[in-house]
């Protein structure tokens, strides 16, 4: 916010209001409206500068006025002013106190800083960093930020390679699933990381609530389920030529039709979830949506082999 407006009283006329902005001589950059007040600087609404230029000199600012343009409390969160601002195409917008009282006004230029530190501080998260990492920080200050979540991967890695354990077994006994384990984790992965940054970016637009979150989840569950089958049968009849096998063509299809179809479901919910617990998703969504991917993936793939083919 910042304090460089101009306001008028309801009572003058648009004659004076010119006259006095040509006393003035200049006026605040971004100023498309002036904020109408009484004598306790209480706020009214606004006057337009295109409606001051185009109406009738002898009109009342009262008769050009916009009464019921809402101000932003000075109170409300960056995020919802920038929010607003891009739903209404704003230039610039007064903001009152508690009691209604004028007390600035915010311009496009401010709204579009914090639009940028939010994207910076959203595009750090989804690397597992925090906004205050520099790139000429120092070796030691940067490792030690960075550590917490390279951990945290290791763990989630650990799970996944525990899974593959489960099956060495089968992997020993038929070497062409070891060859293809990796694509089936692969296409889950990239699957749910489509629908987890749509379900973010919702998120961080307002776009996406508790409220609209059955249909996101119907929605990617038809498209993970779609895909699924489509690239099943490409992947699917590559193994079997590959190895000549329609046994293990069948089964990575399958596992494929699976694995997706659960990347789109977690893409979905883990943000929504982690949201309601107060983690910031994009710092945490990523890394449990892999674990996810590459468990169910795994499990799937190797399960159905051991059934099948042992």
Sequence with gaps: MNTDHITVRRNVSLRTVLRYLRALGELPDYTDKFMVVDRRERYLGILRLRRLVTGRPELSVSEAMESDFQPIPASVADEEVARRFSDQDLISAPVVDDEGRLVGRITVDDVVDVIREESEQTLMNLAGMDEDE?????VLVSSRRRALWLGINLVTALLASWVIGLFEDTIQRVVALAVL??????????????????AIRGIALGQLSQQNARWLVLKELAVGAINGVLWAVVVGGVAWLWFASTTIGLLIATALIINLVCAALSGALLPLSLERLGIDPALAGSVLLTTVTDVVGFMAFLGLATLFLT
Excluded at 134 to 138: C, H, L, N, V, Y
Excluded at 181 to 198: D, E, N
């Design 134 to 138: 520099d790139m000429f920080a120092p």
């Design 181 to 198: 384990m990796p694509i089936v984790a692969s296409m889950g992965g990239i699957a749910g990381s489509q629908t987890l940054t749509l």
